[in-house]
């Protein structure tokens, strides 16, 4: 039967006991099956031989998809070209091409394994995609697709979002330079801008915060590294992922605390001194952790690192508990000593040595002091400070108290 099909009529087939098949024109029908499932076929002659093929399911594929379909199959004859033996030979090339979960693990092992934040990008990538696209081949994943998928992440977090999209671009961009993909579909999806982080606690932040992570606060049910580790970011300024992984073996005896380049961001060895009252919070960790690689441990495993992730999920839950008004993130510590250490009188070139920033410039190439003493100054300048803000007794020590003069 024959007739000019529309997607309202299509959509009206009765189903039948037995398979039956409804003509559009120039070839394409649409086969119903008693199962109700529907499919486009092309019928058409190639060398004297009556064939068809199969060009999609309904109603995945509309009408007018479908008509596109039978133009291309056309256009392919008209040139030589058998279009079922095509496809046939494009499903059989299809099935060699990796899903895209396999070229996760393929760019996995090939690049982002010898990353430093390697693990994390693959983390990222595979939380809000996997679910979706995890067995479809690299080859099936378009613009759309994409952008689907990042708008919903946009919508909980503009930031993860533009994370995403930078790790997503990469993985293409690692398929097309292996020649798995001609292109990557990530290309002209524009990036949301970012508004960049001001948040500086104030002195009554600071105070609530810093009462609120005493162990003898039961008012905020926090496990106890990760309270001592979010002090530890406070008084010395270092990134979040920095203080998780502390290890014993780099705090050496004349109280420097030694991270190794592999943990820094910029990938330079960096020296923090360590004042009073950051010994006190790594002599507490010892009573939970001295036997341990790691002087924050983790509540569940103890033989691994505290998480960054544990701690903005701690802060996150328990930020009002601690009596401020306006939430925090952990990294906001940082800015906040950063903030302090200008208001102390701190030059800028040691308050960014103090946070283990690179020199930029000419000043990168010909200034290699290392600032030790000043740094030491510095974070004792800036405990000082805390001290007097939380209500601490300063130490017993005449170069502590001259620094207040």
Request: with cysteine.
């Amino acid at each position: 039967m024959q007739q000019n099909l529309t997607d309202l009529k299509v959509k009206k087939l009765v189903i039948k006991k037995t398979r039956y098949e409804i003509s559009d024109v120039m070839g394409l029908s649409i086969r119903v099956e008693p199962s109700g499932s529907k499919t486009w076929m092309y019928r058409y002659t190639f060398d004297s031989h009556r064939k068809r093929m199969r060009l999609g399911k309904y109603p995945a594929m509309s009408i007018a998809e479908a008509r596109v379909k039978q133009r291309d199959a056309l256009n392919d004859i008209n040139n030589d070209i058998d279009p079922g033996l095509k496809q046939r030979q494009e499903n059989e090339a299809r099935k060699k091409v990796p899903t895209f979960e396999g070229m996760l693990e393929e760019f996995w092992d090939v690049e982002l394994c010898h990353k430093k934040a390697g693990a994390a990008t693959k983390r990222l990538i595979r939380k809000d995609t996997i679910h979706a696209w995890g067995n479809r081949k690299v080859v099936d994943i378009k613009r759309r697709d994409i952008v689907f998928i990042l708008d919903g992440v946009r919508s909980r977090a503009p930031v993860t979002a533009n994370r995403l999209h930078g790790a997503l671009s990469r993985l293409f961009n690692f398929a097309a330079e292996r020649g798995v993909i001609d292109d990557s579909p990530c290309t002209r999806i524009k990036k949301e801008p970012e508004k960049g982080r001001s948040r500086v606690l104030a002195d009554d932040e600071i105070k609530a915060v810093w009462l609120a992570l005493d162990w003898e606060n039961k008012k905020v049910d926090m496990f106890r590294a990760t309270k001592l580790a979010i002090r530890m970011i406070l008084l010395t300024g270092q990134r979040p992922g920095e203080v998780c992984g502390m290890r014993w073996d780099e705090i050496s005896e004349d109280d420097i605390w030694d991270i190794p380049a592999d943990r820094m961001k910029n990938e330079e060895p960096h020296q923090v001194p360590l004042t009073p009252l950051a010994l006190e919070v790594i002599e507490k960790a010892r009573e939970l952790s001295s036997d341990k690689e790691f002087v924050f441990g983790s509540s569940h495993k103890p033989d691994a690192p505290l998480m960054v992730r544990t701690l903005s999920r701690a802060v996150n839950r328990h930020w009002s508990e601690m009596g401020i008004n306006e939430k925090f993130v952990p990294h906001d510590l940082r800015r906040t000593l950063r903030t302090r250490l200008a208001e102390l009188g701190v030059s800028d070139i040691v308050a960014e040595r103090v946070l283990g920033h690179k020199l930029q410039g000419l000043m990168a190439i010909y200034n290699q002091h290392q600032y030790h003493d000043e740094k030491r100054q510095a974070l004792l300048k800036w405990e000082n400070k805390l001290r007097y803000i939380v209500g601490l007794d300063l130490p017993d020590t005449g170069k502590i108290i001259q620094l207040l003069r």
